[in-house]
Nanobody, 117 residues
């Protein structure tokens, strides 16, 4: 069964915006941190943004000031608002969720973001 469902990826021109969403199954509760990673062709997966259960956020330097991560605990979702997109943002974006006292890790299936110049 799919426990993290991502949406919002697509093709956009440089300077445009996209909003990614990741919905966690209700079978995943007591969620700790939620975040986003990305993997570009020929590169390793890298950290993009994270938000804690208390609402504290962290961003990779490459996206700081352009991306905003948020969460909706009532809907068990995490979002990533991506503004001023650049071609180098092109990648598959993966949602990551940790939950429970053992901090179990769940990964989304990935959603493609393509930014054209």
């Amino acid at each position: 069964q799919v426990q993290l469902v991502e949406s919002g990826g697509g093709l956009v021109q440089a300077g445009g915006s996209l909003r990614l969403s990741c919905a966690a199954s209700r079978t995943i509760f007591s969620i700790n941190d939620m975040g986003w990673y990305r993997q570009a062709p020929g590169k390793q997966r890298e950290f993009v943004a994270r938000i804690t259960s208390g609402g504290s956020t962290n961003y990779a330097d490459s996206v700081k000031g352009r991306f905003t991560i948020s969460r909706d605990n009532a809907k068990n979702t995490v979002n990533l608002q991506m503004n001023s997109l650049k071609p180098e943002d092109t990648a598959v974006y993966y949602c990551k969720v940790t939950n429970g006292p053992s901090w179990t890790v769940y990964w989304g299936q990935g959603t493609q973001v393509t930014v054209s110049s």
